[in-house]
């Protein structure tokens, strides 16, 4: 089913995510032959998380649009050019009426959703007076002028929304790995301050040895090179070095047999390059830099393969990059722990940012430690005041009771005379 891989594969690989009941080739086949090998039955595969703050929603509106015969239809015709400029939305108006009802109730609770958010936000700090509807203007995956009804130009801004916040998702993770390899080295930093000369010398001979330790590792083949490729060929796969061939190596890992490889399958190649340098068991590897890693490796390879940039690789285009003197002659492959993520400059921008936050959150700290005190000492003259009627109270009620123990005669006179 190519339109579906070719819509969802768009707005972050939507088919091989969301659409599809994914098929994969047994592993004990043989895969020499996998070219006339039937897939075999699979349970359908999760679809992960986009990373899109509306990523629940842009699943859920495939999911019933994939129930439109007419729709499907004409999804299976489109190209990517067609659901990027957004000819494929208008197909919208001629969905049965059951569809439409069910993708206007998904855009009201789209709706009711960021409005809950907008208001947590605003609650958080003390706004008042706000117009919600406007503030739905910053959400642009969706037609805010209409809450109600979900229209032709609610797919379209739904498409082009997520195409374009997943473009620069990638360029948002290197940013948060950046910052984060910073913070590392800021709170690395931050702790030598505490100690004393001797121990300071001891952590900075500790951090040194780990480093040497985590650069002691086998050679790292060039992602997507003939030697890389082939070592995942037999080791993984198992099969004869000898006997590599592009074009079955291509199938055997087209897992869900679409005729794409998506990022997924790609970065599943390099998880044998990745364990020659990252272990969980090792203090000096760490793991998120062994995912920046993947992460790198594959954006490598798909610029390199894919002519098209559509985020996919098909059979032509991996086979065309075989012939390449690229891939039988790569340039060596450069790990992480041989490129520097900051200078010292930015590192000193960032750790004047922290400082920055930090002087506001204690700023903020302070003020809410005054408004407790102050709800505190409000708490208490309430108290006092409590006590303190709670005290009339019990002298209206004991005078109250003495009236009653001593009963008068009319006109006002004790039934009592006093003796003479």
Not at 153 to 179: C, N, P, Q, V
Not at 395 to 420: D, F, W
Request: proline share 3%.
């Amino acid at each position: 089913m190519m339109w579906r891989t070719i819509l969802l594969q768009y707005c972050f690989l939507l088919v091989t995510c969301i659409l599809t009941a994914l098929e994969a080739v047994p592993i004990d086949i043989d895969k020499t032959k996998v070219e006339n090998a039937q897939p075999v039955d699979s349970a359908k595969i999760e679809p992960p998380d986009t990373g899109l703050y509306y990523d629940e929603y842009l699943k859920q509106v495939i999911d019933v649009l994939e129930t439109d015969n007419h729709f499907r239809e004409k999804l299976q015709k489109a190209d990517i050019e067609e659901i990027k400029s957004g000819r494929l939305s208008k197909e919208l108006d001629l969905v049965s009426h059951h569809v439409r009802t069910k993708l206007d109730e998904l855009k009201r609770q789209e709706v009711a959703r960021l409005r809950m958010l907008i208001k947590a936000k605003l609650d958080s700090l003390q706004d008042t007076g706000i117009d919600h509807h406007a503030l739905l203007k910053q959400f642009d995956h969706l037609n805010h002028l209409n809450p109600e009804k979900f229209e032709s130009t609610d797919l379209d801004m739904l498409i082009k929304a997520a195409t374009s916040d997943l473009e620069h998702y990638d360029k948002a993770r290197h940013e948060e790995f950046k910052k984060y390899e910073m913070m590392k080295e800021h709170e690395r930093r931050e702790y030598l301050k505490t100690l004393n000369e001797e121990k300071r010398k001891e952590e900075e001979s500790k951090f040194e040895e780990m480093k040497r330790k985590h650069e002691s590792h086998p050679k790292v083949n060039h992602p997507g090179s003939k030697d890389q490729l082939k070592e995942v060929w037999e080791e993984t796969d198992g099969l004869d070095p000898n006997d590599f061939d592009p074009k079955t190596f291509f199938k055997l890992h087209d897992v869900n047999s679409d005729g794409f490889l998506d990022e997924q399958e790609l970065e599943a190649l390099f998880t044998k390059e990745l364990e020659k340098v990252y272990d969980p068991k090792n203090e000096e590897d760490d793991m998120v830099e062994m995912e920046e890693e993947r992460l790198r490796m594959r954006e490598h390879v798909m610029n390199e393969v894919d002519t098209n940039k559509d985020r996919l690789v098909t059979l032509e285009e991996f086979l065309k990059a075989t012939e390449k003197k690229e891939f039988l002659e790569p340039d060596s492959w450069e790990t992480l722990d041989q490129q520097q993520f900051f200078t010292e400059e930015e590192l000193k921008e960032y750790e004047n940012l922290i400082s920055i936050q930090e002087t506001e959150l204690k700023k903020k700290a302070d003020e809410l430690q005054k408004q407790k005190e102050e709800l505190q000492r409000q708490h208490d003259q309430l108290e006092a005041q409590k006590l303190e009627y709670h005290q009339v109270l019990q002298q209206m009620e004991q005078k109250k009771l003495q009236q009653e123990i001593s009963p008068s005669v009319p006109g006002g006179e004790s039934k009592i005379q006093p003796r003479i």
